[in-house]
């Protein structure tokens, strides 16, 4: 509203209608109507993975479903739609539903395929926290940079770390969105990968000229 040009958006060649209310559409839900498959099945989720190419062999269930979930769903959310209650399993910094463990407190917002948004209730049981972060790093080569135990931060939650959760937005998105520009590039504000000319040591190079060079 305060750009102008009302709450349908053109989109490239579509129109984004952002008028609020916006959908809510829980994950598992999804995952059955685009990929076709009930994720209980394990079998059927194994063979539509694989047909989407996507490697199964020794893979941990939950990781398949999330690789699953990328390749057949995001792409066809139209959009605005919050996707709600994702597989606890796939997200080990969040804290569970009261209502069913098996799920997270946690959303995030797509526009026409694009991740808008994302959000999330922190977890802050340590004791399960703890075994998460060792389940994650079971198998994962010491050297690797990420494969280290965050005793500091279990060690925070056991000191009656409050209740934390926070919400991400991909602001180069959402102005891209807005301004209907297709290119990251032509958002940011601090273009980096844009060409650039420099003088050369004779001087008197300017762009197009052939004494001056691209950086």
């Known amino acids: 509203e305060a750009i102008g040009g009302g709450l349908k958006r053109s989109w490239g060649e579509k129109t984004i209608d952002f008028t609020p209310p916006w959908p809510r559409r829980a994950y598992l839900d999804l995952l059955r109507e685009h990929a076709g498959v009930d994720p209980e099945d394990f079998e059927a989720v194994k063979a539509r993975a694989s047909a989407e190419g996507i490697e199964t062999n020794g893979r941990d269930r939950d990781v398949i479903i999330s690789d699953l979930f990328e390749a057949t769903v995001e792409d066809a959310l139209a959009g605005p739609v919050f996707v709600i209650d994702y597989p606890a399993a796939i997200c080990p910094l969040t804290k569970r539903k009261a209502s069913d463990p098996r799920l997270a407190e946690r959303f995030e917002l797509f526009v026409d395929g694009i991740e808008l948004a994302n959000a999330y209730t922190e977890l802050n049981d340590p ?6 972060f060792r389940s994650q790093l079971a198998g ?11 005793e500091d931060f279990v060690q925070a939650l056991k000191n009656a770390m409050p209740p934390a959760g926070g919400l ?3 602001v180069d998105r959402l102005c891209m969105l807005l ?13 980096l990968m844009r060409p650039q000319s420099t003088r050369t ?4 190079g300017i762009d197009g000229d052939e004494d001056s060079s691209e950086i």
């Open 179 to 191: 301004l209907n520009k297709a290119s990251i590039r032509d958002v940011v504000l601090f273009p």
């Open 168 to 170: 991400g937005i991909g």
């Open 140 to 150: 994962q080569k010491e050297e690797d940079s990420m494969a280290k135990m965050d």
């Open 127 to 132: 004791y399960l926290q703890e075994n998460l």
């Open 201 to 204: 040591a004779g001087g008197g």
